[in-house]
C-alpha cells in the first residue's frame, strides 16, 4: 500500500511538472510573438544600411525609431519634428552644415533620408559624448540643457556619466530608449 501511494504521488508530482513546462513554454511562446509584433524592423534596409555606415549599434537606430515615432515615417510632432527619427527643421538645417548639404527640410518625412541622418546625428553625438545615455538625453531635452546638466557635479558620475536628470520628461525618454533597446536586442541580436 506504501508503495502504491508513492508511486501515485510521483507520477502526480511528475505531471504537475510536466503540466508547468508546457503552461510556461506556451506562454514564453505567446509573449515571444507579442514582442515581435510589437518591435518590428521596418525600414530594416536603411537601418543595416546607415547603422554600419556610421557605426550606431542596429538595435539602437530601432528604438530611437520605436520611441520616437512607432515606425510611422509621416509623423509630425506638435514641436515641428519630422519623421521618423523626429528630426527637427534646425537640427536638420545643423546637420546639413556638418555634412555641407543643401536638402529641403521635406526630405525628411522620406525614411531613408530621416534615418540616414538620424544615424549621423546619433554618431556624431556619441563620438562627442561617449555615452549613449547622453545621447538619449540629447536627443529629448537638446544639446545645451545637457551641456548644463553636465555641468552640475551631483548629475553626473565620476567618469563624466550623466546619471541623473533635472527633467523628468527626459529621465523617461531615456528610460523608454534603453528599455525599448534591450527588447530589440534581446529579440533580434542575441543568440538563446
Not at 506562454?27 to 554600419?52: C, G, M
Not at 528604438?63 to 527643421?89: C, H, W, Y
Amino acid at each position: 500500500m506504501k508503495l502504491r501511494n508513492t508511486v501515485v504521488r510521483s507520477v502526480v508530482i511528475i505531471v504537475i511538472l510536466c503540466l508547468s513546462l508546457g503552461i510556461g513554454f506556451v506562454y514564453q511562446t505567446i509573449w515571444h510573438r507579442i514582442d515581435l509584433q510589437n518591435h518590428p524592423r521596418d525600414f530594416s534596409e536603411y537601418v543595416v544600411k546607415y547603422a554600419e555606415e556610421y557605426g550606431v549599434p542596429e538595435y539602437i537606430l530601432y528604438a530611437v525609431i520605436k520611441t520616437e515615432s512607432d515606425f510611422e515615417s509621416n509623423r509630425l510632432s506638435e514641436e515641428g519634428e519630422i519623421g521618423l527619427m523626429q528630426i527637427s527643421p534646425e537640427t536638420f538645417d545643423w546637420l546639413l552644415t556638418l555634412t555641407k548639404e543643401d536638402q529641403d527640410t521635406g526630405i525628411l518625412y522620406d525614411p531613408e533620408t530621416n534615418i540616414r541622418y538620424g544615424a549621423y546625428m546619433m554618431s556624431y553625438l556619441y563620438t562627442e559624448y561617449s555615452r549613449w545615455n547622453t545621447v538619449f538625453a540629447i536627443l529629448e531635452a537638446g544639446q545645451s540643457a545637457v551641456d548644463q546638466w553636465m555641468l552640475n557635479g551631483k548629475l553626473v558620475d565620476e567618469l563624466g556619466n550623466l546619471v541623473s536628470f533635472p527633467d523628468k520628461d527626459t529621465e523617461t525618454y531615456v528610460n523608454q530608449v534603453n528599455e525599448t533597446m534591450e527588447v530589440y536586442r534581446n529579440l533580434y541580436y542575441t543568440n538563446p
